[in-house]
Nanobody, 119 residues
Framework: QVQLVESGGGLVQPGGSLRLSCAASGRTFSNYLMGWFRQAPGKERELVADINWRGGSAGYADSVKGRFTISRDNAKNTVYLQMNSLKPEDTAVYYC????????????WGQGTQVTVSS
């Protein structure tokens, strides 16, 4: 029932910007924490940013702080990741995920969208 569908990935030059979208459906997400993860080649999947669906409070990995912004549009059931000043090391598959605020594990995942930062 729960579906998370990412879009917006692509190829961008260093210093460029992309905005990823995650369309969420299947339930009300008012009690959920939404996260953006990424997995680069040869590396573990890491949490990039998260946001509380209800209140909008957000957190970021140090590696993206000041460059990325996570946001959500409750009316559209969509979570965004605005990525600015992109670096080659940002290259990864980016995943949208969701978990109940009362849980520790992310139980719902999107299929991922490729972001490639290269000149």
């Amino acid at each position: 029932q729960v579906q998370l569908v990412e879009s917006g990935g692509g190829l961008v030059q260093p210093g460029g910007s992309l905005r990823l979208s995650c369309a969420a459906s299947g339930r009300t997400f008012s009690n959920y924490l939404m996260g953006w993860f990424r997995q680069a080649p040869g590396k573990e999947r890491e949490l990039v940013a998260d946001i509380n669906w209800r209140g909008g409070s957000a957190g970021y990995a140090d590696s993206v702080k000041g460059r990325f912004t996570i946001s959500r549009d409750n009316a559209k059931n969509t979570v965004y990741l605005q990525m600015n000043s992109l670096k080659p090391e940002d290259t990864a598959v980016y995943y949208c995920a969701a978990r109940l605020v009362s849980e520790r594990n992310y139980d719902y995942w999107g299929q991922g969208t490729q972001v490639t930062v290269s000149s």
